[in-house]
């Protein structure tokens, strides 16, 4: 199936281009990463491409080899920057409708400094 147009004016294509703020974790030629504006746990941060890629199976048919090895890179990276390497943390990347994704430009949520429970709350 193709990939939907990527939307230059989604709210991390304008965090990108510097045009609305966030409060910035790391950046590296490839990634920026920063804290979720609406957290839902103690630490939730969202590590995104700087490239315009709407999702992660647009990323990893589109992105360069580089781009992609410095993404996974900056999550690791990221974890343990932000104190939940070593205690464990949960990584979600919502894709589509089902996936239930709000903003249409790949982003990674690490999310953890408790326990997180059951990955989804009615599975058994
Ligand atoms: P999704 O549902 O697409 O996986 O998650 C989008 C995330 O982006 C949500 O957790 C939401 O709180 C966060 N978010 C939306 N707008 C902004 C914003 O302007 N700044 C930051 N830092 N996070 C945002």
Excluded: W
Aim: glycine share 8%; proline share 9%; net charge negative.
């Amino acid at each position: 199936m193709s990939q939907p147009i990527y939307d230059d004016e989604n709210i991390f294509a304008k965090i990108l281009r510097g045009e609305i703020p966030c409060n910035k974790v790391d950046e590296c030629d490839h990634t920026l990463s920063f804290h979720d504006i609406q957290p839902q746990a103690p630490v939730h941060v969202l590590v995104i491409p700087k490239g315009p890629y709407v999702n992660m199976t647009d990323f990893s048919e589109k992105a360069p080899p580089e781009a992609q090895a410095a993404y996974i890179a900056a999550l690791g990276r990221v974890a343990k920057m932000v104190g939940v390497a070593e205690d464990g943390y949960r990584l979600i990347a919502n894709t589509g409708t089902n996936g239930h994704q709000d903003v249409p430009h790949l982003h990674v949520h690490i999310m953890g400094g408790q326990p997180l429970g059951r990955m989804m709350p009615s599975a058994h």
